[in-house]
């Protein structure tokens, strides 16, 4: 039996929406597409109102995706101008430093103020509509600022993660040919100084960067000194000195792009994922509202890096679009200790936390001391993203962080989509731990056979979705074929989302992970999510991933890489227990094979466990272990190798 956590008549109460009005507004929403998409589209400003809502076509030959494909409108405008003059005062960006003594409130007049002078800061580098440019940046205001700048011009921003290397920087700048980079000297994470500017230099010096590549704004960040090269840097700081305080909004078609991020598939290398104008802040707008039930006042905390979609959505646009005040912390959940996080959300008074089961997982493993010591009274409302929260993550969250009174929306999303699609909201949907619940408006989702059959009733199958709903990429930045081939062919006329579902008997959605990674053990499915979730139940497991490898009997078997919790130690006795305690879990079938102790596993700088190089280990293939150069830690790496499991 699954536990069932209905909602609370206080949450109800407050809420956007009721599970009535859900139901209802949701039968609206794909009964009349059109006329309900065409209500949600006055959240916005525009300077043209639409008068056409959709024009959308998911057949192969025909693929063409446009939402408000008639109206006009300035993204940044709806995210900063319009709450002035009754927000002036009112905070937009609460800034909270790697340094716990150091933060800062950003008023909606000052986000004015700065967006407008960055803006015209691109102006002298000759940024105009259209031209790409990267940030490469810390997480500081700056940042936003820069993204906002650039959709007040409508230049199109490619923000890249500040994890990454030179090599992966300079292959984005390369596709979509940035004539500037925007980054700073330094960026302070956990109390060291990462040098972004380096970075930048050695990604300047690649091959192919300097066919693109002009100008290079560098942000102060730090008091040390960073090398200069004369005829490519500029300080942000002196070309701010020299430009006006004015810079009207440009008028964009509602088609025009707003931004790139790139994303790996499983194949190839990173795709650049196109967003579009109106559709997008029409989307991260209402998603945000209702998912986090947003009333104004309420201080927001999402904790992503703006380097992630999570962060474009839910950290800037749909937040700043909705006026509410959006925080945005520089640091990491560990420094200066593991109560960061809950120090945080009460010196900040923070309502709303939207965080990843990976952050969860890391916090649970050192104990409930350092949350029990943070009061967390002003926490109302949870959020999860980026994978499958295990249900022992979930319990944990909701029962220590959230002191068993605040939801937790379990948002599925993906950087393609743009926004929210399948998730809880607070005040309309009974939690389960573990599910993404239902689609949201608009959402009409579909399990698949792998012959693109449709499965009705409880069923476990391809997540695909048959209509679009505006937040939608609408292309891979120069490659629309591969938009085509990624998305649109693998079955007919609907978008494939790479993941795999179940459907429950009460319609709920419980992601099982990408389909590439369901295991099939002597003809059974199991997700490798399901078994790790087993496996993290455990209370001496903190980390586990699970993948198949090539089984002379089962077809494929099941291999283990187990992370112990901080004071247990490995023998075989523990490794005997484990495999009794999946047995007893899920069944006999999922019994893993074999059991590696793993001290760390490796991750992407997102949090996200890389389980194609975990395949290739169990599967003892170490020539072709493919790209690690976007890995957290890749030491990692070869401690696995040199204590794999012999099969
Ligand atoms: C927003 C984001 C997308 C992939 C997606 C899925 C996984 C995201 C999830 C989830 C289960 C959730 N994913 N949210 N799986 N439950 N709540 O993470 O975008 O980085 O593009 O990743 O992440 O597999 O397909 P992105």
Redesign the pocket.
């Known amino acids: 039996m699954t536990d069932i956590y209905p909602v609370k008549p206080a949450v109800a109460e407050k809420a956007h929406i009721t599970e009535p009005q859900y139901f209802e507004m949701y039968k609206r929403s794909v009964e009349d597409n059109e006329a309900f998409w065409a209500e949600q589209g006055k959240r916005i400003d525009w300077i043209k109102p639409y008068s056409k809502i959709k024009d959308v076509s998911f057949q192969k030959d025909d693929l063409h995706i446009r939402w408000y494909y008639d109206g006009t409108l300035n993204v940044c405008a709806n995210c900063v101008d319009r709450h002035l003059p009754e927000k002036a005062n009112d905070t937009a960006i609460i800034w909270e430093g790697d340094d716990p003594n150091v933060s800062q409130h950003i008023s909606y007049q000052a986000l004015f103020d700065n967006v407008c002078r960055f803006a015209n800061v691109l102006k002298a580098r000759g940024i105009q509509k259209g031209d790409r440019v990267t940030l490469y940046m810390p997480m500081i205001p700056e940042a936003a600022y820069a993204m906002l700048a650039c959709a007040r011009i409508g230049a199109i921003h490619s923000v890249v993660f500040g994890g990454f290397s030179a090599e992966a920087l300079a292959g984005r700048i390369i596709d979509c040919k940035s004539k500037l980079v925007i980054t700073a000297d330094f960026s302070n994470r956990g109390g060291k100084q990462i040098p972004l500017k380096q970075n930048v230099d050695a990604a300047s010096a690649i091959k192919g960067v300097s066919d693109y590549l002009e100008s290079v704004l560098v942000i102060k960040n730090s008091d040390t000194s960073v090398a200069w090269n004369d005829a490519q840097d500029y300080w942000y700081h002196e070309i701010l000195e020299t430009v006006d305080t004015d810079c009207p909004a440009v008028e964009m078609d509602a088609e025009d792009p707003l931004f790139i991020l790139y994303?790996s598939g499983s194949t190839g290398k990173p795709k650049g994922?196109l967003h579009t104008s109106g559709g997008y802040i029409v989307y991260a707008s209402m998603t945000h509202q209702y998912v986090f039930d947003y009333h104004p006042g309420d201080i927001y905390w999402c904790t992503a890096d703006v380097g992630?979609?999570?962060g474009h959505?839910y950290i800037v646009y749909g937040p700043l679009a909705n006026g509410a005040t959006t925080l945005m912390f520089e640091g990491v959940p560990n420094y200066p200790d593991h109560s960061r996080f809950w120090q945080i959300c009460d010196k900040h008074k923070v309502q709303t936390c939207y965080t990843?089961?990976t952050a969860i997982r890391a916090l649970m493993r050192e104990g409930d001391e350092p949350v029990k010591s943070t009061s967390r009274e002003t926490l109302s409302l949870l959020g999860?993203?980026?994978?499958?929260?295990n249900p022992e993550a979930w319990h944990w969250y909701y029962e220590v962080v959230g002191d068993s009174h605040c939801p937790i929306v379990?948002?599925?999303?993906?950087?393609?989509?743009g926004g929210?699609l399948?998730?809880p909201l607070p005040g309309a949907t009974p939690l389960k731990p573990g599910s993404?619940t239902r689609p949201l408006f608009g959402i009409q989702l579909a399990l698949v056979d792998s012959d693109g059959n449709e499965l009705q009733g409880e069923a476990d199958g391809n997540l695909i979705i048959k209509d679009s709903w505006p937040g939608q990429m609408r292309t891979v930045y120069g490659d629309h074929q591969r938009f085509i081939d990624t998305y649109f062919s693998a079955f007919d006329g609907v978008y494939t989302?790479?993941?795999g579902a179940r459907r429950d008997k009460d319609d709920y959605y419980w992601?099982?992970?990408?389909v590439d990674?369901v295991l099939n053990i002597s003809g059974h499915r199991m997700g490798t999510?399901e078994v790790e979730s087993a496996l993290v139940a455990h209370h001496d497991v903190a980390e586990a991933a699970v993948v198949g490898y090539p089984h002379d009997i089962k077809g494929q078997g099941i291999y283990v890489f187990v992370t112990l919790n901080v004071g247990v130690e490995a023998s075989d006795a523990l490794e005997k227990e484990l495999v009794q305690w999946v047995r007893k879990e899920i069944g006999p079938i999922a019994s893993p094979d074999l059991i590696q102790w793993a001290p760390g596993l490796p991750k992407t700088r997102?949090g996200?466990i890389m389980r194609r190089i975990l395949r290739k280990i169990a599967e003892n293939d170490f020539e072709n272990l493919g790209d690690t150069s976007t890995l957290a830690e890749p030491a990692v790496v070869d401690d696995l190798i040199a204590n794999r499991k012999n099969r």
């Open positions: 994303t994922v992630w979609v999570t959505s990843a089961p999860s993203v980026g994978e499958p929260i379990d948002t599925w999303w993906q950087t393609e989509t929210i399948i998730s993404a989302t790479g993941d992601i099982t992970g990408r990674d999510a997102s996200k």
